[in-house]
T-cell receptor, first 111, second 113 residues
Framework: KNQVEQSPQSLIILEGKNCTLQ??????????LRWYKQDTGRGPVSLTI?????NTKSNGRYTATLDADTKQSSLHITASQLSDSASYIC??????????FGTGTRLLVSP | SQTIHQWPATLVQPVGSPLSLECTVE??????LYWYRQAAGRGLQLLFY??????ISSEVPQNLSASRPQDRQFILSSKKLLLSDSGFYLC????????????FGPGTRLTVL
């Protein structure tokens, strides 16, 4: 069964600290993996997208890694800001039309 | 660049009432369009996708239907809403390229009472 599992479910960190979110997937065939940021009541916004041949990709303070052998990905946030408070969703693409979504990690950055 | 509009932003409807949610896209032609639902505490679920006018593919059997009357317009409808139809409805457009990335609209929050 195609699944994407994320951990932790929720996380609270102090402003300025770093954090790492995890994503494990059992999806086949694999096309690419995306991380989205979703603010409360808004649509998801793409942060990074990687194919199986890409091990890491950065977008500002966000760095995603991908290990296609172990089917794991992580999203590292450096020097967190209050505006980083959101849900972070890991999404794996099976192909042209098919996406498998994780349930997300809810991050709260506290002042 | 592509822009996605969804209307309305929020909606509260009684059980048994009809539904019509609208998604319009700017900045592209003949886009692939998608309707997703996000229930509380759950991941996004693909409901319908469309590769062209009048072409609708349904992913899960349900109380909802979709239509694409114009190239850049995608409508989500129901004749009689159920409590379980409550959720956050997102429209997305495919940007074809090396990643075939989907971009999401602002969403519609539907509450069925």
């Amino acid at each position: 069964k195609n699944q994407v599992e994320q951990s932790p479910q929720s996380l609270i960190i102090l402003e300025g600290k770093n954090c790492t979110l995890q994503c494990n997937y059992t999806v086949s065939p694999f096309s690419n993996l995306r991380w989205y940021k979703q603010d409360t009541g808004r649509g998801p916004v793409s942060l990074t997208i990687m194919t199986f041949s890409e091990n890491t990709k950065s977008n500002g303070r966000y760095t995603a890694t991908l290990d296609a052998d172990t089917k794991q990905s992580s999203l590292h946030i450096t020097a967190s800001q209050l505006s980083d408070s959101a849900s972070y969703i890991c999404v794996v693409s099976l192909g042209f039309q098919k996406l498998v979504f994780g349930t997300g990690t809810r991050l709260l950055v506290s002042p | 660049s592509q822009t996605i509009h969804q209307w309305p932003a929020t909606l509260v409807q009684p059980v048994g009432s009809p539904l019509s949610l609208e998604c319009t896209v700017e900045g592209t032609s003949n886009p692939n369009l998608y309707w997703y639902r996000q229930a509380a505490g759950r991941g996004l679920q693909l409901l319908f996708y469309s590769v062209g006018i009048g072409q609708i593919s349904s992913e899960v059997p349900q109380n909802l239907s979709a239509s694409r009357p114009q190239d850049r317009q995608f409508i989500l409808s129901s004749k009689k809403l159920l409590l379980s139809d409550s959720g956050f409805y997102l429209c997305a457009v495919l940007r074809q390229g090396s990643y075939n990335e989907q971009f999401f609209g602002p969403g519609t929050r539907l509450t069925v009472l």
